[in-house]
Structures are given as structure tokens and as C-alpha cells.
């Protein structure tokens, strides 16, 4: 192979505009995470309970990561480096083992990438089937559960037979990611960014203010009315602030829905000029999101469940499952509401666009590396990033019912995601040292970040993030490792996944070395010819 290859071709891509990053950063952070996920982590952890730990964890951890992806992002941009393997040596440089840690910064996305697509897919189906004739008449018979099970062939009955349906959605929405993803930073992610994240805004402003409009839906039951569900959520409840089962769960939710703590924000990051500011863009792309979770997420499926179900039914369905309340709760109050096909078909066009705005994201990572590292044309990567993603894909489709999505999640959106978030905020604050680190925010920064972050970023960030991490160590992990919850007709299975999650990290890490062997190969011809 020719030395050229490994030479860098001409600059890195930038973004187009201000607003344009600022939207990408917003639609990848807005996703199922704030419509799906997070009203079932607020039910599951008591409502009113949920919201202090998590407004605490934003403060703490979320906005913190937000800042630090956004900084070291742009700084190993400069450098070349889209991802966390050389963007983490551009900043330690004497460290032969730290580009090491920065595999997970691509093997994270990838991983959620896999399973995240598939769920996306459902709600492009979803936005097709709500004007269907078929979907009405299972809202209007009530079996919105045996739909969706036919859907994703938990089960064969009169709805679907087998997954070909399924398979198909997923197909062109698998394609859709890569179609975006080829048009490049500016023409592929901003563009459809800039479409996709006002558009999501409008259709869940209309559904909220639909929501909010809907009073008492059932005469006999006063207590069941929107206000009240509004209350289950807002009122604080102070009692369970000392479970820290509660405490990981906002932690967690605060980094999947901000997508901080993976190398996504990172890459994006990576495309920013040197003398972009980093400071009032992470901080309006966090509360962009903020916005869509707390005030669109929290006032459509929560008050809208508890208004028909009531307080006590509401928790069942969501222990039931992920997708129950968005999936299976929502479209069953559509059927009872006038147009109400319309706003079901609002609800998954919401969600779909949500989703792919996300999935994009995910995929970057991976280009990125394959162009920045090895030098590839835009064309041949997305051809291996897809080749490589579609593989991977099939276990969670044909897997699910095994729990193949839930060991995907647990992996890469519990475990990566800690782990990668507390090494990100050690490296930035005490490796590249925090006096240095807020030099470095503070380039080309239309604001300044209050003081105390610089105490907070230091000290309390990696204590909170460790321990979480010891928390699970201690009480969980062998509980996980040797599959105590999973039943032994599906272990074969989870065997399978983790040794498929193993050996896909082993080969990135190779990789990474090959990519490092030939960058010093290139130094020494160099400096030989210098020589000469
Ligand atoms: N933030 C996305 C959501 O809330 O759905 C999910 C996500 C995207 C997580 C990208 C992580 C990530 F890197």
C-alpha cells in the first residue's frame, strides 16, 4: 500500500453554520430517549421522586460532559482526529495506551446504532399503519398489544405473519441513515437536521397543547384528569432521594438523552473551526433537548396515561416493558379522541424523526474514523461502516424476543456509557489538567462558564460517575455476568451477543493499531527522506 494513502488528503469537513451544529447536536440528543425513555424511567422511579435527582444529575454530569465533549471534540478536530482513538492521543500524547480507551468512542455508538435503528424502524411503520384500516380497527378493538407483537413476530396472529413487514421497514430505514450519512457532514447530518428538529418541535408542541386540552377524560373517575398527571410528575416527593437505584437511573437517562458520554458529541464536535465558540452552543444544544424531554416528553405520555389509566395502572403498564406506554398506552387514547388517526399519525412521525435525527449521529463515529485514520474515500467507508452495522443488526431483529435488544442497551447505554463519561471528564480535567481545559473552552467562547464548573468538572463529575460505576460493581455485576435474570432457554443467545460485542471491540482495537503502525511508518519514511 502506497505511503500517500496514509497522507492526509486536503482539510477535514466543517460545519456550514452556527445554528446548523447547534441542531445537529440537539437532534442527535433529541431522540426515543425523550419520548419513550423518559416518561418510563420517571413512572418506574416514582414521578415526582425522579425529577430532583434528575435536574441534580443535569447539573453535575450532563451539562459538565456536554461542555467537555464540545472542547475536546473541536481539539482533536484540529489535529486530524474525529474520534476518541486519536483525538485522546492528540491530547496525551506520551500515553501509548490511552487511543485504547478511545475504542469505546466508536464501539458505543455502533452497538446502540444497532438496536436503535430497529426500534426507529417500527415508528416508520407505525407513521404508515395509523392511517391504515387495519391499524384503526386494532385500536378500536383494543388490541394495539397484539399488533405490535405480531409486528416484531413475538407472535404469528391475525395482524402479521412472520417479520417480513417489519424487515422491510427496517430495510429502508436502515438505508436512510446511510443515504444521509453519505451526503456528508454539511448536505447529509446539518441539512437534515435543520428540516427534522424544527419540524419534530412543531408536531410536539401540537400534541402537547392537544394534551393539555384533554380535562377529565372520564366523568366517574374525577382524580384521573390531565392536571393530576401533570402532579404525578411535578410534585416532589422527597422520600426516595435515598435509594440510589434513583440516582442511576437519572444519571443514566441525563447521558443516553443528551447522547454525552459515548464519543457521538465528540466526532460531531471534531468538525467545529478552531475559533467556533463551544461554550453558548453546548449549552443552547442541552437545553434544546431539555425542552423537548421536560416539557414535550413529560406533558404528552405521562399526564395523557394517567389521565385514562389512573395512578396505579399507569406503573403496571410501564413495568410491563419499554415500549408499552408509548407504543401500546398511546394509540389506545387515540382511538377515543376525535381525529384521533391524525395525531396518531403526528405521535410516530414525531418519534420516527426523533429517531433518525439520533441514528445519523451514532453512525458518524465510525465514518469518521475509517476517513480520519485510514483515509478512505467517503464512498468506501459508508460501504464498510454498512456492511459491518447490517451484520450486526440481525441479532437484535431476529433475537428480540431473547432479550437481544435489552443485553445491546445494557451494554453499550448503561456500562459504555458510565465508563466512558468518567474517562472523558479524568482525561480533560486532571491528565490535560483543568487549568489548561478551560483555556481551552474558553477559545472563541461567546460566554463564560460560571467558576464553580471549574471545581465541579474537577472534583464532583468523576465522583458521581464512579460512583455509579462502583455502586453496580458491588451490587449487580456478578448478578449480570453470570445471567442470573436471564432464563436459560434464552442464555445460548446472550452468550452469543457477548461474544459478538467482544470480539467487534477486539477487531476496532486492531484496527486502531494498524491505524497507529502506519502512522509511524509514515513519520520514519519522512524522516529518512529529510535525511537524505
Ligand atoms: N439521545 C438519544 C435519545 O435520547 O434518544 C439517544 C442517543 C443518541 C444516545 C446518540 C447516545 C448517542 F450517542
Known amino acids: 500500500m502506497s505511503i500517500h494513502r496514509y497522507i492526509k488528503k486536503g482539510s477535514r469537513q466543517t460545519w456550514g453554520t452556527k445554528i446548523g451544529i447547534i441542531l445537529a447536536v440537539a437532534g442527535s440528543a433529541i431522540g426515543l430517549g425523550n419520548f419513550l425513555r423518559f416518561p418510563v424511567q420517571a413512572v418506574l422511579n416514582g414521578g415526582g421522586a425522579f425529577l430532583i435527582p434528575y435536574f441534580v444529575a443535569l447539573f453535575l454530569v ?81 388490541e394495539v398489544k397484539d399488533f405490535f407483537f405480531g409486528y416484531v413476530n413475538i407472535e404469528n396472529n391475525k395482524y402479521f405473519n412472520g417479520i417480513g413487514i417489519a424487515y422491510f421497514f427496517f430495510l429502508i430505514t436502515f438505508a436512510l441513515n446511510f443515504i444521509i450519512i453519505y451526503f456528508g457532514i454539511r448536505t447529509g447530518i446539518e441539512k437534515v437536521s435543520k428540516i427534522a428538529v424544527p419540524m419534530l418541535l412543531i408536531l410536539g408542541i401540537i400534541l402537547m397543547l392537544r394534551v393539555i386540552t384533554l380535562g377529565t377524560p372520564d366523568p366517574s373517575k374525577t382524580a384521573w384528569n390531565i392536571n393530576n398527571g401533570f402532579g404525578f410528575l411535578w410534585n416532589p416527593d422527597f422520600s426516595k432521594l435515598g435509594d440510589p437505584k434513583v440516582w442511576l437511573s437519572a444519571v443514566g437517562q441525563i447521558l443516553f438523552t443528551l447522547s454525552v458520554g459515548i464519543g457521538v458529541i465528540l466526532t460531531y464536535a471534531s468538525y467545529l473551526k478552531k475559533e467556533d465558540d463551544v461554550v453558548l452552543s453546548g449549552l443552547t444544544s442541552a437545553s434544546t433537548n431539555e425542552f423537548v424531554e421536560i416539557i414535550l416528553g413529560g406533558s404528552i405520555v405521562i399526564p395523557v396515561a394517567f389521565a385514562f389509566f389512573g395512578p396505579e395502572q399507569i406503573v403496571k403498564i410501564t413495568q410491563e416493558g419499554t415500549f408499552g406506554l408509548g407504543l401500546m398506552t398511546m394509540p389506545l387514547i387515540f382511538g377515543k379522541i376525535p381525529l384521533g388517526e391524525i395525531f396518531a399519525f403526528f405521535w410516530f412521525l414525531l418519534l420516527f424523526l426523533a429517531g433518525i435525527t439520533s441514528s445519523i449521529s451514532l453512525l458518524q463515529p465510525a465514518i469518521a474514523f475509517f476517513e480520519d485514520e485510514f483515509n478512505l474515500s467517503r464512498k468506501k467507508t459508508v460501504l464498510i461502516v454498512g456492511v459491518i452495522t447490517f451484520i450486526l443488526c440481525q441479532p437484535a431483529i431476529f433475537f428480540m424476543k431473547q432479550g437481544a435488544i435489552d443485553e445491546l442497551d445494557f451494554w453499550a447505554a448503561n456500562f459504555c456509557l458510565v465508563f466512558f463519561a468518567l474517562i472523558e471528564t479524568i482525561l480533560f480535567a486532571w491528565i490535560f489538567g483543568i487549568d489548561k481545559a478551560w483555556e481551552e473552552i474558553h477559545h472563541g467562547a461567546q460566554m463564560k462558564v460560571p467558576g464553580f464548573y471549574k471545581f465541579i468538572m474537577k472534583y464532583i463529575t468523576p465522583l458521581f460517575l464512579f460512583a455509579i460505576l462502583a455502586f453496580w460493581f458491588i451490587k449487580e455485576w456478578w448478578g ?15 452468550i452469543g451477543i457477548r461474544i459478538m460485542l467482544i470480539l467487534f471491540f477486539i477487531i476496532l482495537a486492531i484496527l486502531v493499531k494498524i491505524a497507529w503502525n502506519k502512522k509511524g511508518l509514515i513519520k520514519e519514511n519522512v524522516k529518512r527522506m529529510n535525511n537524505r
Open 62 to 142: 450532563g451539562i459538565p460532559l456536554m461542555w467537555i465533549e464540545w472542547t475536546v471534540g473541536r481539539y482533536g478536530g484540529g489535529f486530524g482526529h474525529g474520534t476518541a482513538p486519536g483525538i485522546f492521543h492528540s491530547m496525551v500524547k506520551k500515553s501509548r495506551f490511552i487511543k485504547y480507551f478511545g475504542v469505546i468512542g466508536i464501539f458505543g455508538p455502533i452497538i446502540i446504532f444497532i438496536y436503535y435503528t430497529y426500534i426507529e424502524s417500527w415508528l416508520l411503520g407505525y407513521t404508515f399503519f395509523s392511517l391504515s384500516e387495519k391499524y384503526v380497527s386494532a385500536v378500536k378493538a383494543g
Open 480 to 494: 449480570i455476568i453470570i445471567m442470573k435474570n436471564v432464563p436459560t432457554e434464552n442464555q445460548g443467545v446472550i
